[in-house]
């Protein structure tokens, strides 16, 4: 009887190791969504498809500038997002990865402060041909508008023309950014194009809502893209991985895993 008591106890011991072995720890997992980027930064930063994608949108964005008709009375403008669709921070997500820490405000506020991030290719001559052909390009971010000197200083060193008080707006309060596209308008300007890397770039419609929500916007304005939406490409991050699944951002590392896992559509191999 002892012997079959030890014998079940050393069964359930093995068992409990077998299963804590088999499920990542906090660290593992947290490494693992970190790891799972470097394939993404890769092709961001090596590929020559990405150049060519991006110099594609910003092709199609001068031309749509051009053709779209100027209200009476109106000055037409352009606006656009920053990280990722003009400026790239490409550094900031590897630096993620080698030193395995997850984003933090602060670590992203050090990255500003230290104004490396670089241009997009294609994205200064697009900004400075609007500027110089009687648009006016306004530079929305959701960067925090305590880092808005190192925002601008950044911009002007690669180029930016354009970049003051006025034409860049960062975010005070609310990541929503329709009350800044809102206020744009209502200053008499007539904004003929929307430029970002996130669906939320062109507006409340898809805020906070999830990839289904998304899908079915784009799928309701699929003929304003490349007309007066143009979106650049971003497989680092973006509101597309939180509409992965319901409060995704408060998940842990392993939830997030397990998350990113369940929403891959796999052959089944037959």
């Not at 294609?122 to 960067?143: D, E, I, K, L, Q």
């Not at 808005?148 to 003051?164: I, R, S, Y």
């Not at 906070?208 to 079915?216: D, E, F, L, S, V």
Request: glycine share 6%; aromatic share 10%.
């Amino acid at each position: 009887m002892k012997m079959k008591t030890t014998t079940t106890l050393s069964a359930a011991v093995l068992m409990a190791l077998a299963l804590s072995g088999c499920a990542p720890h906090k660290q593992d997992a947290a490494n693992q969504l970190n790891q799972q980027s470097v394939m993404a930064l890769n092709w961001f930063q090596q590929s020559g498809e990405y150049q060519a994608l991006a110099y594609q949108a910003f092709n199609f964005a001068t031309l749509a500038f051009d053709k779209a008709p100027s209200l009476t009375g109106k000055p037409k403008a352009v606006i656009v997002d920053l990280d990722e669709t003009m400026i790239d921070n490409s550094a900031y997500s590897a630096w993620q990865v080698k030193a395995n820490q997850p984003f933090a405000d602060k670590s992203w506020s050090q990255w500003t402060q230290a104004k490396q991030a670089t241009a997009v290719p294609g994205a200064v001559n697009f900004a400075n041909y609007v500027n110089s052909h009687g648009g006016t390009m306004f530079y929305v971010s959701n960067r925090d508008s305590k880092d808005a000197a190192a925002t601008a200083a950044n911009l002007t060193q690669l180029g930016f023309t354009g970049v003051n008080d006025k034409t860049l707006r960062l975010k005070s309060d609310s990541s929503n950014k329709q009350a800044r596209f809102d206020a744009i308008k209502a200053e008499g300007f007539d904004v003929v194009l929307y430029i970002g890397d996130n669906l939320n770039d062109y507006g409340a419609a898809t805020w906070h809502q999830g990839n289904a929500q998304r899908r079915a916007f784009v799928n309701q304005n699929n003929r304003l893209f490349g007309t007066q939406f143009i979106i650049l490409p971003n497989p680092l991050y973006g509101d597309w991985e939180s509409g992965l699944g319901e409060g995704y951002n408060k998940l842990t590392p392993e939830q997030k895993l397990q998350t990113r896992d369940a929403n891959l559509k796999a052959w089944s191999g037959k």
